[in-house]
């Protein structure tokens, strides 16, 4: 005999092919009603709002009265909500948004009186492999999921341990017929003998205990009153199991109980053998996809570092509305959200939350470092260094002065600066009152210029102040020139005969025909690319030289791919070429770095394709290598698509998503791609040499779409209605960037520091009075507190072998950050503590800033996070 414990819940999607606003009106409707049941059905035991504290948010924001009825349920364990703020997307989104998502979910469903401690994700498209070290850094030690597993090649059975790569373990079971199994389960003898039965028979024999779970429960359900009756039934005319209504709390204490038994698997969950998984959702939606990326990045390495600094300087930083900001973003993180597999108003509406979220931070992060600054003078330029140890090169600033010519000095000394760009701006007029009325003023113009600057030992996690002065000597400037060749100590890019040529010219390695632009039909829809039968990709055969400016800090180089295309797949399939899509490439090397950068302009005007760069190699590899959160993942390439149709419901193609960085290597050398916020690649075998295929966007007119070469049968989502979606064909202006380094090795320690090198560059802020329209908040008046002046400042400095993850402000003290940092390297590395003993207070704690026992040891792919409290220690 066994127990079957039926899970009633609703899975509740935010957003979709609807809108958030008709989710929050159906919700009115459905939640009062589980609040209703479950308080005057005293055998309704309890109910699960799909893991998510968000829509419990929404649903108190139309009717706050209910709270106090809804805490109750909660405290009492009748009513499940978290640990979720959104059941998030594991790929597209960085670890820190996942992290966030879950102590903003954990934090909100506590203050209702209980966060349900399982790691629910019924429906997200697969699992990244870190996702044990996630949960369990939130102290929560299991996941019950349902896509990306395959019986035949990860476990044999439905319950196991899941490992992580940083070593962490969690209790893991896999909802075999997914979260709808039991849906609109009812008591006719034949509902219940020919679907419900012989499903709980299939999970028994995948599960061989004596305990299994089935969910009650769909997309956007109402809560079924006769549910108890049912079961009842259902135990009656079964004869051998007992169905209960139950928690997946409980369940999950079944687990712990039998866990001597269990496998262990280590590893990704995104394979589509019983379920789809979208592999190729990583291009859909590219805007969206973009502009969360840079919002993240903002957050995480320049507005959360200068409110850590400011806050280390007695400060008041309003961080609520950093938490404000946070939320907004992770309510675009839900799986079919960030995914882009949304109707248009669905995805305008994302839109509109992640420009909020933008311009909350942007203003904030405007008031705080100009609050720093308030103690200097005019005319002083502050560089920031938002990494854990100081930082030597070029620094990029903005600077704007009443002279022609400029210098920026340190202690008196000019520091070498080079003029990348210079404007004359009109100073415009100003209005004065005077007796006779108001008076028109000219102001002089004045000039803005974009610098490289030379620094040296810029202050960790901190700042300097630097002098900029008017200068009679003509600054260095950049200078046009006819030259095909840019180089710096590394490397050298040279175009001939319309390709590009890349040369290291530290170990002589040459990589021709350096990139190439692929276009071909999309005949998929917003979940996944798929290629039109018959269809033949365009590629560019030759550049066309635009420009080159050459200087002694930077040099560029930007060249121009055009190629003939068809204007729509109705064009394609008649064989016409009537669009020409055109792509500007900008490449530049930085004197004294290591990689080439790449920026590349297009403005897309034809429909239904996909659009890759191609970035040949010198290389030839079985395994590609990207990262994922705190680790590196490798993965085969070209798997063998024999027959798949027979056993996976889409094809399991080799495309992938990365964390940001993707690399190929053979001994003691390697090819490692860092982008901004372009997530699918997909690794070419070549004769000679291998590609590795960047996807830039694909465009596409249709949520869903049946019968695609690449996934047969219904079309995914809403199947029986067709929803078109002309603003996900992404007719507009786009950007693309990424950087390129040739190294002797492919080592996670490797990877991060020139991802580091790339995307976490110091930045500036000038205090003057020439210009207010920089910053979008400079215009306004704010008094700030009289200041001492600080020309130099670090939070702190950690010359250890160990990644910045984030540092963010805590939720459960006053004047503490929390400060996460992960290990790269192959071994334990202890956090040295001496650096970071000018703190009143340094306390090991969890993802929830819950304090911990234990050594102050990071092991490798892991984190380790500290509470640290501002002000000095007591004597």
């Known amino acids: 005999m066994a127990k079957v414990h039926v899970i009633p819940h609703t899975h509740w999607d935010r957003e979709w092919y609807f809108t958030q606003q008709d989710s929050d009106v159906l919700a009115t409707y459905n939640f009062t009603k589980v609040i209703e049941t479950l308080e005057n059905t005293e055998t309704y035991t309890c109910y699960h709002l799909d893991g998510q504290s968000s829509i419990v948010e929404d649903y108190l924001k139309v009717l706050p009265y209910m709270q106090e009825r809804m805490a109750k349920l909660v405290s009492g364990k009748k009513l499940f909500i978290g640990p979720w703020y959104t059941q998030t997307d594991t790929y597209n989104v960085a670890v820190e948004s996942i992290i966030r998502n879950l102590k903003y979910g954990m934090h909100i469903a506590e203050g209702l009186g209980h966060c349900m401690k399982v790691g629910y994700l019924p429906d997200t498209f697969g699992h990244n492999a870190q996702m044990p070290t996630i949960f369990k850094g939130m102290g929560i030690d299991n996941i019950i999921f349902w896509r990306g597993i395959d019986y035949d090649q990860q476990v044999e059975k439905s319950h196991f341990f899941w490992r992580s790569m940083g070593g962490d373990e969690i209790y893991a079971y896999n909802l075999v017929h997914g979260y709808g199994a039991a849906k609109n389960i009812n008591a006719t003898p034949d509902h219940l003998d020919k679907k419900i039965f012989p499903m709980v028979e299939k999970i028994k024999s995948l599960s061989g205990l004596d305990e299994v779970l089935i969910p009650s429960g769909g997309d956007q359900v109402n809560i079924d009153p006769e549910l108890p009756k049912t079961l009842q039934a259902a135990t009656e005319r ?483 209605t067709v929803v078109y979606t002309p603003d996900a064909q992404l007719q507009k202006a786009m950007s693309f960037s990424f950087a390129l380094a040739l190294c002797d090795n492919a080592q996670h320690k490797t990877i991060r520091q020139l991802e580091r090198r790339y995307l976490d560059q110091p930045f500036g802020y000038q205090k003057q009075s020439l210009n207010s329209f920089e910053n979008r908040l400079e215009r306004f008046q704010v008094r700030f507190e009289p200041r001492q002046h600080s020309s130099s400042f670090s939070l702190f400095s950690l010359p250890q072998a160990l990644e910045l993850s984030s540092l963010g402000h805590a939720f459960y003290r006053d004047n503490a950050i929390i400060l996460r940092v992960f290990n790269p390297t192959g071994s334990p590395i202890e956090l040295d503590l001496d650096s970071l003993k000018h703190f009143a207070d340094v306390e090991l704690v969890n993802y929830r800033e819950q304090p911990l026992d234990g050594a102050y040891i990071v092991r490798p792919n892991n984190s380790l996070d500290v509470r640290l409290t501002l002000g000095h220690k007591e004597k």
Request: proline share 3%; charged share 25%.
């Open 238 to 720: 079964s004869g051998k199991d007992v169905y209960v209504i139950s928690s997946m709390e409980a369940f999950v204490d079944v687990l712990r109980e039998n866990g001597h038994t269990f496998e262990t698997y280590q590893g990704e969950f995104k394979l589509p053998r019983y379920t789809r998984i979208h592999k190729t959702i990583g291009s859909v939606r590219y805007d969206i996809k973009k502009l969360n990326f840079e919002i993240e990045q903002f957050l995480l390495k320049k507005l959360e570092v200068v409110v850590a600094i400011a806050k280390a300087q007695g400060i008041t930083v309003h961080t609520e509305l950093i938490d404000i900001a946070w939320k907004k973003i992770l309510e675009c993180h839900a799986h079919d959200s960030m995914g882009g597999c949304n109707s248009d108003a669905t995805n305008a509406d994302i839109m509109h939350r992640l420009k909020q979220a933008e311009e909350i931070c942007h203003g904030l992060y405007n008031l705080v470092i100009k609050e720093i600054a308030s103690a200097c003078n005019d005319d002083e330029l502050m560089l920031f260094n938002g990494q854990m140890t100081p930082y030597n090169g070029m620094v990029k600033a903005v600077v704007f002065s009443a002279s022609e010519n400029i210098a920026v000095l340190e202690s008196g000394l000019p520091l070498p600066i080079e003029v990348l760009n210079k404007e004359t701006l009109s100073g415009g007029k100003i209005i004065e009152v005077t007796k006779d009325g108001e008076k028109e003023v000219d102001v002089p113009p004045y000039y803005r210029f974009e610098l490289n600057v030379l620094v040296s030992e810029l202050p960790a996690m901190g700042y300097r102040v630097f002098e900029v002065q008017a200068c009679k000597q003509a600054n260095m400037e950049q200078v046009n020139s006819e030259q095909t060749v840019i180089e710096n100590q590394a490397l050298r890019v040279s175009l001939e005969q319309g390709q590009l040529h890349l040369e290291d010219k530290l170990n002589g390695r040459v990589i021709e025909q350096l990139l190439t632009f692929e276009e071909q039909a999309d005949d998929g829809d917003s979940y996944d690319f798929s290629p039109l039968e018959g269809d033949t990709p365009n590629y560019s055969t030759s550049l066309e030289w635009l420009s080159c400016t050459v200087g002694e800090t930077q040099q560029s180089l930007s060249v121009r791919a055009t190629l003939v295309v068809p204007q729509d797949l109705t064009a394609r399939q008649s064989g016409q070429q009537n669009r020409q899509a055109v792509f500007d490439i900008t490449m530049s090397l930085v004197s004294g770095e290591s990689q080439l950068l790449f920026d590349i302009n297009t403005l897309n005007n034809t429909c239904d394709h996909r659009v890759r760069v191609l970035i040949n190699s010198d290389l030839q590899t079985d395994t590609s290598i990207s990262t994922q959160p705190f680790a590196l993942m490798e993965r085969p390439v070209a798997p063998d698509l024999a027959q798949w149709r027979e056993k996976y419901r889409e094809c399991p193609v080799d495309i992938e998503t990365t964390d940001g960085s993707v690399a190929i290597a053979e001994s003691e050398r390697s090819l490692i791609l860092t982008g901004r916020g372009l997530k699918e690649f997909q690794i070419l075998k070549g004769s000679e040499s291998d590609k590795i295929a960047l996807t830039l966007f694909k465009s596409t007119g249709r949520l869903g779409k049946d019968d695609l070469l690449w996934r047969p049968g219904r079309a995914s989502g809403i199947n029986n």
